[in-house]
């Protein structure tokens, strides 16, 4: 009986010790992906650059396009302020999308009111504010799939305090909103600063 319970407690233990190993290299695989920095793809870029063509009477701003690409899970940096004079990522930073939208991807998306979920596609930024979580801009969707984020004050605003099913998470690991576009406050100012009143943002998945 004795024998029986040590070779238990030694396969216990051999359980334990590779259960730890792998949290440690699954942990040690976000931090790296959480502060590696990203590029959007030539693909993205050149289908940005067709859209501010086509959009041109919409956008005053004819040196910067913002790019989100939620095909990336939420804790990568998968937002971009992209100069276009001279082919240069002038922010690359993350940015929430709706928990109701998916926990790692973003791949459930509306543009009906009261729906909490993330909007893709050619959205305006435009103007300054000061809203309930601070500085922040004004968005309006430019397409039939996403005409409605003004009316669902789908805005830009800092990373704050996030409340869910009870627990509150830190605005340093809140990677998720009900369908704003949210992001470090320091990033937020130099947006603001270089995007109100008409630049083109693209999101896609």
Avoid at 15 to 24: A, D, P, Q, R
Avoid at 56 to 80: A, C, E, G, Q, T
Avoid at 144 to 158: C, S, T
Wanted: with cysteine; glycine share 6%; net charge neutral.
């Amino acid at each position: 009986m004795h024998a029986q319970l040590l070779i238990y407690c030694m396969k216990f233990k051999t359980l334990l010790k590779k259960s730890l190993i792998l949290l440690g290299l699954v942990l040690g695989l976000f931090i790296l992906l959480y502060f590696i920095p990203l590029k959007p793809s030539s693909e993205f870029i050149k289908q940005a650059k067709e859209t501010r063509k086509e959009y041109s009477s919409s956008f005053k701003n004819d040196s910067l396009i913002v790019l989100v690409d939620y095909s990336y899970p939420v804790f990568m940096k998968r937002f971009w302020v992209y100069n276009i004079e001279n082919d240069e990522i002038a922010l690359n930073t993350h940015v929430s999308h709706s928990w109701k939208s998916g926990l790692v991807f973003a791949d459930e998306f509306s543009n009906e009111p009261g729906s909490n979920l993330s909007s893709i596609g050619v959205i305006k930024i435009s103007e300054r504010y000061h809203g309930k979580y601070g500085p922040s801009l004004r968005l309006d969707g430019l397409e039939k799939e996403n005409n409605k984020i003004r009316e669902r004050a789908i805005v830009m605003h800092p990373l704050v305090d996030f409340r869910l099913y009870g627990i509150t998470i830190p605005s340093e690991l809140a990677f998720y909103s009900f369908g704003c576009f949210a992001l470090d406050i320091e990033d937020l100012e130099n947006i603001r600063n270089w995007c109100h009143d008409g630049t083109l943002m693209l999101v896609v998945d």
